[in-house]
């Protein structure tokens, strides 16, 4: 499973390389790819389908929310169906609300990896059964 992780925090990126690098998930096939910029997120998506994307909102001075409406917004992108989770430190209602329709889902941090890899298995679970309903 390819998961994109767009994030900006050294500490919480190294937490989740450490976390996916055991042996038990490579050998499950989870491969954990970083993009520190919305930039670098932005040639990633285009370049490399995702099974999942981890989104932080807050990337240095840019906005995690413009990367996924972005691709949203490009119904031929080659990843407008890979599900978005946004994991960030602070989430205010206004923009809950406003990516509610862009995202399937929402984590605070700091979050433990397993409760994250959890909802990384549950929504890529629930994206798979809608795509095949």
Same mark, same amino acid.
């Given at each position: 499973?390819?998961?994109?992780?767009?994030?900006?925090?050294?500490?919480?990126?190294?937490?989740?390389?450490?976390?996916?690098? &055991? =042996?038990?998930?490579?050998?499950?096939?989870?491969?954990?790819?970083?993009?520190?910029? +919305?930039?670098?997120?932005?040639? /990633?998506?285009?370049? &490399?389908?995702?099974?999942?994307?981890?989104?932080?909102?807050?990337?240095? +001075? +840019?906005?995690?929310? &413009?990367?996924?409406? +972005?691709?949203?917004?490009?119904?031929?992108?080659?990843?407008?169906?890979? =599900?978005? %989770?946004? %994991?960030?430190?602070?989430?205010?209602?206004?923009?809950?609300? /406003?990516?509610? /329709?862009? @995202?399937?889902?929402?984590?605070?941090? =700091?979050?433990?990896?397993? @409760?994250?890899?959890?909802?990384?298995?549950?929504?890529? @679970?629930?994206?798979?059964? /809608?795509?095949?309903?």
């Amino acid at each position: 499973m390819n998961i994109l992780l767009v994030e900006d925090d050294d500490s919480f990126t190294e937490t989740l390389e450490l976390f996916f690098n &055991q =042996p038990v998930l490579k050998e499950k096939k989870f491969k954990l790819f970083v993009a520190k910029t +919305s930039t670098d997120a932005f040639v /990633k998506l285009r370049n &490399q389908k995702f099974d999942v994307v981890l989104l932080d909102l807050h990337i240095g +001075s +840019s906005n995690g929310a &413009q990367v996924v409406s +972005s691709i949203r917004e490009d119904k031929g992108h080659l990843n407008f169906p890979t =599900p978005f %989770v946004v %994991v960030s430190g602070y989430l205010d209602p206004v923009t809950v609300n /406003k990516l509610t /329709k862009f @995202t399937q889902g929402f984590l605070v941090k =700091p979050i433990e990896p397993k @409760t994250l890899l959890e909802k990384i298995i549950n929504v890529v @679970t629930a994206m798979k059964k /809608k795509a095949t309903a």
